[in-house]
């Protein structure tokens, strides 16, 4: 009850000040472009078309856009690449923001749009959707410091799926997870196909990664 209080209390104030230092520098050639590139070229074959629109789902500080990009670029002259974070603006103990960040990662990437915003405002038609790591049990959620009323797995996913044209990846942390994950997908009648443990060589993590890919 009191930690939930705080972290209403901690986002309303990040997401109302926006407050951030300015100039944040960082490595746009990195292990998390390099790791999201290499999954989805392992999991997800696009046909090239004239143009693509492309949806990352939590993105965070976006530290991994590159990686998104150069797949998807791929395919198509024109990709509309679009990240969407709710905290967007928690700051980093160096008192950078996740936006700060995510300007930089995201610079001279023609095409790619940031929202700092609730997914359930994304209303735009996605070809393919990314989604690392959705909350899927309340603990991860009020650890990262948010409010309770945010943990709505179920309609964040259904809603995910509704501005799905084509093909979603989601990737979920440990088995405990990935089976939670499982579970919302036949709930909701959603069609999937389990990938199992997603591995690269670029990145290891301590929890395995699983996979899952729906289709339209």
Do not use: C
Request: hydrophobic share 35%.
């Amino acid at each position: 009850m009191l930690n939930d209080l705080k972290n209403r209390f901690d986002f309303f104030i990040r997401t109302h000040t926006k407050f951030s230092r300015k100039n944040y520098q960082g490595e746009v050639e990195n292990k998390e472009s390099n790791y999201v590139f290499d999954i989805l070229n392992q999991y997800i074959k696009p046909v090239p078309q004239e143009s693509l629109k492309v949806l990352d789902i939590g993105s965070k500080n976006w530290a991994y856009v590159k990686g998104e990009y150069d797949f998807f670029r791929q395919f198509t002259p024109n990709l509309f690449l679009d990240g969407v974070e709710i905290d967007a603006y928690r700051l980093y103990s160096n008192l950078y923001s996740r936006y700060e960040a995510v300007m930089f990662y995201t610079k001279g990437l023609e095409g790619v749009n940031y929202y700092a915003d609730d997914l359930l405002n994304m209303r735009d038609k996605y070809d393919y959707i990314i989604w690392l790591l959705p909350f899927v049990t309340p603990y991860p959620l009020q650890k990262w410091g948010l409010p309770k009323k945010l943990f709505m797995p179920e309609k964040l996913l259904e809603h995910a799926y509704s501005i799905l044209k084509k093909e979603m990846l989601i990737v979920n942390q440990g088995e405990e997870e990935a089976e939670i994950q499982k579970s919302l997908l036949e709930q909701l009648n959603i069609p999937y196909k389990a990938l199992g443990i997603i591995s690269s060589k670029n990145l290891e993590f301590k929890n395995h990664r699983y996979g899952y890919i729906i289709k339209k």
